[in-house]
């Protein structure tokens, strides 16, 4: 029998995020199999998982907890999917397509919408390894990952191996299960439709279309940095009470545009993103959450949560 060498644990690696801030993974491993998975974790259950760095900021003091990689193709079979299904279906029928936690969500809709298959066009644009994708449950104005989920393999902090299916999952606005830190995705199944190719690569191009023509893609950051909060009371000119509306908006309002602090500054093009320069700080950014967060609360009585994941710093 083959034994396989665990994967090494690399010492002060650059942990790779879309702010393109903060500091180092003191320990970083790359796990190639859901096995090797489950033996680092279990040797280290508060480890912290990566995946395409998108919606995450890490501190400029960096992170003491043993980082796990699961964000590309170093990753081996956790980086792989599979669309054989999707030979011989007829227009209609549903394909059920399986992918590794590493797999990029970019890739996933390439492949899948090359194959005429409907579904994840409509979270076309959205940076994210697919397991950071299920943990956020990643989606906007045409829908959100786990609308085409079937079932969710992860691993709990004591190294076993679950099957999730999709009612099990808790997908909600930007939560999920996965997304307290307890269960590790490991790969998901997901429900697709056979298309006819054209139609599925129009609605490809629109919502691409509509994801770059109204928030800066090519900025540095972890996209919207707060959820749209529901309001508690009803408050004029914004919504009604028990309403979700839109941060960007309270933001706006706030008077909080094209405030900046250091090498930190809210988007003009969208409220809710706030981006870092080159060379820039994390506790820049951070400041910045606050003084946001400070001001629509002051202005609307709103308290916003983030959405951005913090390694390493308290807010
Ligand atoms: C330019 C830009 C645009 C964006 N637009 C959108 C948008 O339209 N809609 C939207 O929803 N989001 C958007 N985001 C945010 C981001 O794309 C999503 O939150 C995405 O789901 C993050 O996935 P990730 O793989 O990058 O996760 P990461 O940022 O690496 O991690 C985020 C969280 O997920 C956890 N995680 C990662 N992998 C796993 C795993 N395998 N198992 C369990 N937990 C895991 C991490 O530990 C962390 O807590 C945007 C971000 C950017 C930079």
Known sequence: MMLSTPPAILVDQPIKTWF???????RLAVPR?????????AAEPNAKILG???NLLVADGGVQE??????GPGNGELAASDLSAA???AVGDAVEVDAGAAVHLFRLIRSTTDAALSGLENLAGIPACIGGAAAMNAGGKYGSFGDYVVHVDAIDRRGSAV???????????RTSVFGHGELIVTGVRLRLVKGELAPVKAKLKEVTEYKT??????????GCAFKNPTLKVAIEGIGAAGQRVSAGMLIDRAGCKGMTIGTASVSEQHGNFLTASKEGKADDVLALIRAVRAKVAERFGVTLETEVVI???EL
Do not use: H, K, N
Not at 163 to 173: I, K, M, T, V
Not at 213 to 222: D, G, H, I, K
């Open 20 to 26: 393109g801030v903060g500091g180092v993974a003191r």
């Open 33 to 41: 199999t859901a096995a090797e998975l489950r033996e680092l974790i």
């Open 52 to 54: 395409d760095g998108a």
């Open 66 to 71: 043993l980082v796990i990689s699961l964000a």
């Open 87 to 89: 030979a011989g279906a």
């Open 163 to 173: 099957r999730l299916s999709r009612e099990a999952c808790g997908f909600g606005y």
């Open 213 to 222: 023509s109204t928030q800066p893609m090519s900025a540095s950051s972890a």
């Open 311 to 313: 390694w390493g710093a």
